[in-house]
């Protein structure tokens, strides 16, 4: 029974060299019970596979987004002048590399495509399953040498590495925590939820402009996502503020209300914590001193990472102005870390 199809072209690749493309999953059922008769699930390729002498593919590397972001967000100045070139931690000539876009923006299937509030609701764990099924069915990827996924992606690492402990060689998930999403990072989330779900002219889902309180709410997601010391850099007065404020709320214009409120509300599902010893391959877990959104105060890394048998943990302190969370986008500050990792992980078997 044919069960997926594979659609790859050149045209319009994101950066020299890669190759984008899309998986088609019939009837995909999400964890809901949900059926989508044909689920897109669009992807970036960038190097060449390298075969063992049973032909099986042994240097790719799945790398991961974050909430609102899609594949090319890898494809990002402070990433890719960083991480892909000879000699750098993702070496494009050493490593096959797999970005999907992950369900609900970007390529892949999403509630904008005209199902609006009527696609099946999805969570964290419908999305691995999706990228599991891209790279064993889709692609013939059997193993993985390195899954690296930074914010929501750095969350689906941990769950990808509890659910196919031998998919891969080692993982790395960058600007996460290994517990439910709570506290200030679920009231700041909900925030944005009911900026779009309590607003009467978001109609259902039936909009046909985005609702007001979510424009005027979005800057929120901005706001916690970056640096104090950053925010003071770039706004030094109040009028420079309030304009930067002004900007944020704009781009909530370009942005589709009903994608945004899937995917805010697709980390309902997860919390890797109950089975962290599931997790058997090198581990390693990357945060930000300056992260809002994973508060090292609150010691949830330091306290869980110790469950998995070969995990480590990092917590780096970058110079001001630091960026907070997004400094998961600068490869130059973590790549080092990652690439040493990398570089010390056991060969497949």
Known sequence: MMVGMLSTADAASPFPGAQEG??????????????????????????????????????????LHGTTGTAQNWFLPGL????????????????????????????????????????????????????????????????????????????QTWLFAERYPDFMDGAIAIASQPTAVSGRNMMWRQVLIESIRGAADWKGGDYTVPPESFVHVWPLFGIMTDGASHLQTIAPTRADAIAHYRTLSANARLLDANDML?????????????DLEKIKVPFLA???????????????????????????????????????????????????????FLENLPAHP
Do not use: C
């Open 22 to 63: 899309h998986f088609v999953i019939r009837d995909f059922q999400f964890r809901s019970g949900e059926v989508l008769p044909e689920l897109k699930v669009g992807y970036t390729l960038l190097g060449e596979p390298q075969r063992d002498a049973q032909g099986r593919i042994t240097n790719a590397v799945l790398l």
């Open 80 to 155: 890719a002048k960083s991480l892909y070139g000879p000699g750098q931690p993702l070496d494009r000539q050493r490593y096959f590399l797999i970005i999907p876009d992950g369900i609900g923006l970007g390529r892949s299937s999403k509630p904008s495509d005209g199902l609006k509030a009527h696609f099946p609701r999805y969570g964290y764990h419908d999305m691995v399953t999706a990228n599991a099924r891209l790279l064993q069915e889709g692609l013939r990827v059997d193993h993985l040498r390195a899954i690296v996924g930074t914010s929501m992606g750095g969350m």
């Open 262 to 274: 899937y995917r805010f509300e697709a980390s309902a599902d997860y919390n890797p914590q109950p």
């Open 286 to 340: 990357i945060n930000f001193q300056d992260d809002l959104l994973n508060p090292v105060e609150l010691g949830l890394l330091q306290q869980e990472m110790p469950r998995v048998k070969q995990g480590k943990a990092v917590i780096l302190s970058p110079a001001a102005p630091s960026l907070g969370h997004q400094n998961l986008g600068q490869g130059a500050l973590w790549g080092p870390v990652a690439a040493d």
